[in-house]
């Protein structure tokens, strides 16, 4: 059963860039889609974008000036870069697996923009 | 930019009453529509897939149709574990979204 964890620093502050990491186990990351979503504290899903292994990427138009998703297939791992970070980029952050559709998902880790 | 429209918002139910919830699209998006609990502090979970699709280890009770811009999650026998937020999600388009979601509380 694949399981897909993410990293980074809980804290970031405004005008920062935030960086998260998710770590893929059970199996390859060689396929598939790897996609990343959010979640403001208390609203909806938010999906921010997917990079396929090959690195071909796909991103949420209005977050595309500040995201970059990249894969270390060497790792098993892929990773999300957001810049100049405000409050409202507050939110837990889950990594997911997609075929199709986001089907396998992280426990999410929450990333707080603040000074 | 396809947007989902859940209803309704939120529904109080007493256990084993069937509960349903629908989702449209702002445009038709073929059967390429998914749908996601969510229970509190933990990450959403497949529901069904491409519209009416069963997800291996999903309860039967939960199901799923619809096509082009209407869709529909039933909940047959509603069950004290099924309180949780449910999203709808489209991958029709090269911009996924999700539904605002439906919160559904147990009586």
């Known amino acids: 059963q694949v399981q897909l964890q993410e990293s980074g620093p809980g804290l970031v502050k405004p005008s920062e860039t935030l960086s998260l990491t998710c770590t893929v186990s059970?199996?390859?990351?060689?396929?598939?889609?790897w996609s990343w979503i959010r979640q403001p504290p208390g609203k909806g899903l938010e999906w921010i974008g997917y990079?396929?292994?090959?690195?071909?990427?796909n991103y949420n138009p209005s977050l595309k000036s500040r995201v970059t998703i990249s894969v270390d297939t060497s790792k098993n791992q892929f990773s999300l870069k957001l810049s100049s970070v405000t409050a409202a980029d507050t939110a837990v952050y889950y990594c997911?697996?997609?075929?199709?559709?986001?089907?396998?998902w992280g426990q999410g880790t929450l990333v707080t923009v603040s000074s | 930019e396809i947007v989902l429209t859940q209803s309704p918002d939120f529904q109080s139910v007493t256990p084993k009453e069937k509960v349903t919830i629908t989702c449209r699209a702002s445009?038709?998006?073929?059967?390429?529509l998914h749908w996601y609990q969510q229970k509190p502090d933990q990450s959403p979970k497949l529901l069904i897939k491409?519209?009416?699709q069963s997800i291996s280890g999903v309860p039967s009770r939960f199901s799923g149709s619809g096509s082009g811009t209407d869709f529909t999650l039933t909940i047959n026998s509603l069950e004290a574990e099924d309180a949780a937020t449910y999203y709808c999600?489209?991958?029709?388009?090269?911009?996924?979204?999700f539904g605002q979601g439906t919160k559904v509380e147990i009586k």
């Open positions: 997911a697996r997609a075929d199709g559709m986001p089907r396998y």
């Open positions: 059970g199996g390859s990351i060689s396929s598939y889609y």
């Open positions: 990079i396929y292994y090959s690195g071909s990427t």
């Open positions: 445009q038709s998006i073929g059967s390429s």
């Open positions: 491409y519209a009416s």
């Open positions: 999600h489209q991958s029709s388009s090269l911009l996924w979204t």
